[in-house]
């Protein structure tokens, strides 16, 4: 099957306001809290904006203790030319140079971009392999990864997302063929998809259980199109899905993305920005499933900055999932904001 993903498409997102997010501030919950931010992006293309690493660590410079970052990839920074299955083998090369340059400490304590996880064309079948052997060394011992993205929605243009995959994409026998080759390399995968697909991946987990997965963005949940005032009902579909999803023991989740238009919630068209209160009212009942389905060991916050930040300021994401953990003990707040991300990208944190 050939990919339907071009290096240069990307699905769109809320703008950043940066005079409206201006308008909140909070001082930072349980600003000794260790976070590792498990899901975030550096972007520099024309369609997309700005957001390098200055910008990463202004955001950071929230008073909240982020001691590490992992970089997801964002089909960017590819090599110019080459072999066309070598190309994203460039965005690796770029992240972990962001690493390099934060390992120095010249730009302060945050280990940024000390996980890589990139783009793998699993279509390529198994000649995948020499596409992340060549990832593997690129990355100077801080590649992980992979993500591949297979959300798909016959009405997702109207959240922006204009990018179609094939449906069930992971079930087919070409993709499984490249997923095979992740386990011998000691690579984990990054699954992003809208809640009605969750079975593929509960399929995906089960053929494969020594490959660690972790589902991004708390599975989907569509909250737009003809889900559009039906949240109670996609609720239920997404949280019975998720509870089956947990029942496999390589796959992990990640908490955020609910910045995102798919998610359908309106906090962007407030005349100020939201409060982490509102926040973590909205989430509670996503991210209270989710961490009772998985477990704190297997469930990790993300920030998905830039992307939620249309939505909202970093400083005050991290307290909405400060107050979402308000009930969970030492440890499993080590867990939900560092144990699990370290762990999970082997980060030795």
Not at 95 to 113: E, F, I, T
Request: proline share 6%; charged share 20%; glycine share 10%.
């Amino acid at each position: 099957m050939a990919s339907t993903t071009p290096a240069n498409a990307i699905s769109s997102h809320l703008a950043v306001r940066p005079d409206w997010l201006a308008l909140r501030r909070e001082a930072a919950l349980e600003p000794e809290l260790p976070i590792v931010d498990p899901h975030h992006h550096l972007i520099d293309r024309p369609e997309s904006g700005r957001y390098l690493l200055p910008d990463l660590l202004a955001d950071i410079d929230s008073g909240h203790n982020v001691v590490a970052t992992v970089y997801l990839e964002w089909l960017s920074m590819y090599r110019a030319d080459g072999p066309e299955e070598m190309r994203p083998v460039g965005e690796i090369e770029f992240a972990n140079g962001v690493a390099a340059m934060c390992a120095s400490g010249s730009y302060g304590k945050p280990r940024v971009c000390a996980g890589i996880v990139g783009h793998g064309e699993l279509t390529l079948g198994a000649g995948v392999a020499k596409v992340l052997e060549a990832m593997i060394v690129a990355g100077g011992g801080r590649f992980r990864g992979i993500r591949f993205i297979s959300a798909s929605d016959p009405e997702q243009a109207q959240w922006g997302a204009t990018l179609t995959r094939p449906e069930g994409w992971l079930r087919d026998s070409r993709v499984r063929e490249g997923f095979a080759q992740l386990a011998p390399l000691g690579l984990s995968f990054d699954s992003y998809m809208y809640h009605p697909q969750l079975g593929d991946l509960v399929d995906l987990a089960r053929a494969f259980p020594a490959t660690p997965i972790v589902l991004n963005h708390v599975g989907g949940a569509i909250g737009l199109g003809r889900y559009k005032g039906k949240r109670d009902a996609v609720f239920a579909d997404w949280s019975a899905r998720i509870r089956e999803l947990a029942a496999c023991p390589n796959v992990h989740v990640k908490l955020g993305g609910l910045g995102m238009k798919v998610f359908g919630f309106d906090v962007h068209e407030g005349e100020l920005p939201p409060s982490s209160e509102q926040l973590a009212t909205a989430w509670r009942p996503y991210i209270e499933t989710c961490i009772e389905a998985f477990g704190p060991s297997r469930a990790m916050f993300e920030s998905n900055f830039p992307v939620d930040k249309g939505s909202y300021g970093y400083g005050v994401f991290w307290n909405a999932c400060k107050r979402l953990a308000q009930g969970a003990s030492a440890a499993e707040k080590a867990d939900l904001f560092h144990g699990t991300a370290s762990r999970f990208y082997r980060l030795g944190i």
